[in-house]
């Protein structure tokens, strides 16, 4: 039984212009807990609102929301909010964003917020609660004194710090991370890094962090999806995606990345995704993807790399991509 398995996950929003569907059929696993799941992919491709429709945290014009999820083979979305809010909001998922830092009430202090989240838990004393808050502020790597200041008091690491030690609170078997370091500086993001890969270490907790930055990524994901116009494109092992890309747009996203040393520059994916609100027919990549043929006008399934079924395979561990070149010899 898989840890997480997802299925045929949809959101649609309303929009003035028509519905838009944001995330179109996605589906994966996590087979074991205590691994990390790294979701890539550009600006608009659907990972925000695929996460945000894993933990439930949907945005008022949400006019769909379908399909399946499993947690530990207990499925999720069929609860009620009220079920939902009682048993899985961060008890089993919790979520950490990249405005996390700035979400806590300005007023109180940090060990208040902290402790009144710890309280959530039936049958929790104070006492012990402030205990615990003074255990995950040290996970954290922040001090004890951080328990009585106000949120003005502390930078921008610290809060998001806070906000990691907030999502930690009930002991969560996964974490999301959407983005949770895109506003800190270099040195405390590489700083904030370390420390997820130490809680996954360490506590192995379950996590799916979300970027737009493959390094960032590739550093805390034992598999890695790549997300475009709303469908996955390609999932697979972190080193099946990255060293034996099958995909025509996760290989150029990943030629795409600068580096220092080889000769080579940055390859920039030219054009622009479809309108979400009218995509065409057919391979959603075909406008910008340089081995477009015939064939593409028809939307490809995900299918197994390097060979097997034709036809709609779901992404677990396997390394499946979606383009009509996939197993036929060229684009694998
Ligand atoms: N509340 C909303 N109402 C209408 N459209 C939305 C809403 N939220 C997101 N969208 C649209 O849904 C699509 C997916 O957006 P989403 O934020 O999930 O992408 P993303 O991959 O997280 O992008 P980014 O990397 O910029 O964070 C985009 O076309 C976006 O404009
Ligand atoms: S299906 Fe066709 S257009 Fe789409 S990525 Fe593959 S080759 Fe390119
Ligand atoms: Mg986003």
Redesign the pocket.
């Known amino acids: 039984m898989a840890f997480l398995e997802v299925r045929e996950l949809t959101l649609d929003y309303s929009t003035p212009r028509g519905p838009l569907r944001a995330v179109d059929s996605v589906s994966f696993s996590m087979e074991k807990s205590g691994t990390g799941l790294g979701l890539i992919g550009e600006t608009g491709s659907g990972k925000s609102s695929l996460v945000m429709a894993l933990a439930r945290i949907l945005s008022r014009n949400v006019s769909r929301y379908s399909g399946e999820v499993f947690l530990d083979g207990k499925e999720i979305m069929g609860l009620s909010n009220d079920a939902y809010r009682r048993s899985v909001r961060w008890k089993q998922i919790s979520v950490v964003f990249q405005g996390s830092m700035n979400g806590f009430n300005p007023v109180m202090k940090i060990g208040k917020q902290l402790t009144e989240r710890m309280l959530l838990e039936p049958g929790a004393d104070r006492n012990g609660a402030s205990e615990k808050v003074l255990g995950l502020l040290k996970d954290v790597g922040l001090s004890p004194e951080v328990f009585d200041r106000y949120p003005h008091e502390l930078s921008g690491g610290m809060k998001q710090r806070v906000a990691i030690a907030m999502a930690l609170c009930l002991d969560p078997r996964l974490m999301i991370l959407d983005e949770p370091t895109s506003a800190l500086d270099v040195s405390v993001q590489a700083q904030i890094m370390n420390l997820l890969k130490k809680l996954k270490w360490e506590l192995g907790i379950s996590m799916i962090f979300v970027t737009h930055d493959i390094a960032l990524a590739s550093e805390i994901s034992d598999d890695l999806g790549v997300m475009y116009a709303g469908q996955l ?1 390609e999932f697979g092992s972190a080193e099946d995606v990255m060293l034996r890309s099958a ?3 996760t290989r150029d996203l990943l030629a795409s990345i600068p580096r220092l040393h080889g000769g080579v520059g940055p390859k920039f994916v030219s054009g622009m995704a479809p309108d979400p609100i009218d995509r065409p027919a ?5 406008e ?6 015939e ?2 006008v028809e939307d ?1 399934p995900l299918r197994p790399v390097g060979g097997g079924a034709v036809g709609g395979a779901p992404a677990g561990s396997s390394h499946v991509a ?5 197993g036929a010899g060229s ?1 694998s």
């Not at 057919?282 to 075909?286: E, H, I, L, T, W």
């Not at 910008?288 to 043929?293: G, K, M, Q, Y």
Request: glycine share 4%; proline share 8%; with cysteine.
């Open positions: 494109r995909d025509p747009y057919g391979c959603r990549f075909r910008r993807c340089s081995l477009a043929f064939r593409c490809p979606r383009c009509w070149l996939v684009a």
